[in-house]
């Protein structure tokens, strides 16, 4: 047997040492920060955003990640934002979202490619501005109700603000979506994010746990998915009885004209044969958590912000007050009129985009200008990190609702701004999102006032799971005007 003498063995570990040192020399930053990082983590899991944000920092455009057998990019360039999300290669959401579909059934938010064409091409029809406006008295009587519930518990302690908001724009999307009046609690509520947050942790631990050896979903998980599946069976049921009492089950044999009188999106599900039960029930269940976490986190990060620039808050009030007076009803005639209110909504957005991470899997090699991104790699476009990079924003972290001035809107660099995400899979629900925010906004706004702890948008340190949510909670009250 072949034994190494003494002297080459000495010069093998040289050489071995020597390299070590080269490698930790040559990438001594990034050996820092991965450490850093992983110290940060063990100590505050929360901030798995705010690392995420140091790496980006280290490789602002791009970076890669290996976990075992998977690749995941990791972008923050708004040109190869355009190139992801126009191409028809990365149409398709990785993994993470996918775990809905094993909860929930096939949506339109996880569905494959072709599903997804055949969904968004039916469901689309329930989605433009002329459809959505039919739906204002909806959105203006459910925003008022909100008004008030926080006019009359203004003063109550520990008083769930979410969960009111969430209450809201839930039942405002079963009327108008559904076409059902449909009665949420806060609790209900509470029940719809336990889904989401449960689901999105399954997803982070997929990165470096196989499915094989998931532990089990929590207790309450289940019976929250239990008691959804029970209340989209109700929904189904009521709008069906609703529908044969009326006589507006349209048959596929009826004319077009006819087939134009639906109102509803849940009327269209309910006359497409490819919909079974179960698939109308993932969509229901779908776009009541998703109309009403989105909606109300974005209304909350406006109050917030709001709370944080008392003059602009003022300016809105007069603002409203001027074009609605303190007790009109608002109309939505008036509601175009209060075009600040519309460029509140869109800075906020900006700040705080309810989706800060979205994501796509590509089915082919993916050239993004300059760079390959190879077949069957996961792609994450860091939004939030994209809004606020001083690159392409003066001023990054200053609450300015006059960056969407018109006159400001060619200075705002291409594909800077994509809270609603972009191209042919952007978000479906991005006019009825606004008109229905606006509204809340512009009725709450009447009513109170809103304060908070917070200084500025440095101290709201953010978590993620789908969705963007304060580490440290809202912090916002809220005192009855006179």
């Known amino acids: 047997m072949y034994q190494l003498s003494t002297t080459t063995m000495f ?50 455009d791009i970076f890669r990640v290996r976990f ?7 972008l923050a360039k708004p040109e190869y934002y355009e190139k992801v999300l126009s191409s028809p290669l990365a149409v398709d959401k990785p993994e993470v979202y996918t775990l809905l579909d094993q909860f929930l059934g096939p949506n339109i938010f996880t569905a494959a ?12 029809l329930s989605f433009s501005q002329k459809r959505i406006d039919s739906h204002s008295e909806i959105f203006l009587e459910e925003a008022d109700n909100l008004a008030k519930e926080l006019v009359t518990h203004a003063s109550q302690k520990n008083l769930d603000l979410e969960g009111l908001m969430r209450v809201c724009f839930a039942q405002a999307t079963a009327r108008a979506l559904f076409g059902v009046k449909f009665k949420v609690t806060v609790e209900d509520s509470r029940k719809m994010d336990r889904i989401f947050i449960e689901t999105a942790r399954r997803g982070v631990h997929l990165f470096y746990v196989p499915s094989i050896l998931m532990p089990p979903m929590p ?11 029970i209340a989209s069976k109700s929904i189904i049921f009521e709008r069906r009885k ?9 048959q596929d044999d009826k004319p077009q004209t006819e087939r134009a009188q639906k109102s509803h999106m849940l009327d269209y599900i309910l006359e497409c ?13 779908l776009f009541l958590i998703a109309g009403n976490e989105t909606s109300s986190a974005t ?33 939505l005639e008036k509601l175009p009129k209060i075009d600040y209110a519309e460029r509140i909504i869109k800075e906020t957005l900006r700040l705080f985009p309810s989706a800060p991470i979205i994501g796509r899997y590509t089915q082919g090699d993916l050239d993004i200008g300059g760079r390959v991104i190879p077949k069957h ?25 006059d960056r969407f001035l018109q006159e400001n809107a060619s200075k705002i660099y291409p594909f800077s701004y994509i809270p609603f995400s972009y191209g042919s899979r952007n978000c479906i629900g991005l006019r009825f999102a606004m008109t229905s925010i606006k509204i809340a906004l512009v009725n709450l706004i009447r009513k109170v006032k809103v304060f908070t702890d917070y200084k500025s948008v440095e101290d709201v340190k953010l978590k993620a799971h789908f969705l963007l949510r304060p580490r440290d909670g809202w912090k916002l009250r809220f005192e009855a005007r006179n």
């Open 113 to 124: 490619e072709n599903l997804w064409r055949q969904q968004r091409r039916l469901l689309n």
């Open 11 to 60: 010069l093998y570990i040289v050489i071995a040492f020597v390299i070590s040192i080269w490698y930790v020399i040559r990438h001594w930053n990034l050996l820092k920060l991965i450490v850093k990082c992983i110290y940060a983590y063990i100590r505050c899991p929360g901030r798995g955003l705010e690392l995420l944000g140091m790496f980006q920092d280290a490789f602002p």
């Open 377 to 401: 790699s996961t792609v994450y476009l860091h939004i939030v990190y994209t809004h606020r990079d001083p690159r392409f924003w003066q001023e990054p972290l200053t609450f300015d609702p």
């Open 219 to 229: 207790k309450a998980f289940n019976k929250s998915l239990s008691d959804a599946i």
């Open 273 to 285: 044969p490819e919909f079974t039960d179960e698939r109308a029930m993932s969509e229901i269940i």
């Open 68 to 74: 075992s057998i998977k690749t995941v990019y990791v």
């Open 242 to 250: 609703q529908l044969v009492r009326n006589k507006t089950l349209l």
């Open 299 to 331: 209304l909350m990060y406006a109050c917030l912000l709001l709370a944080m620039h008392p003059d602009i808050q003022e300016k809105l009030y007069h603002d409203v007050v001027s074009i609605c007076g303190l007790d009109d009803p608002i109309t």
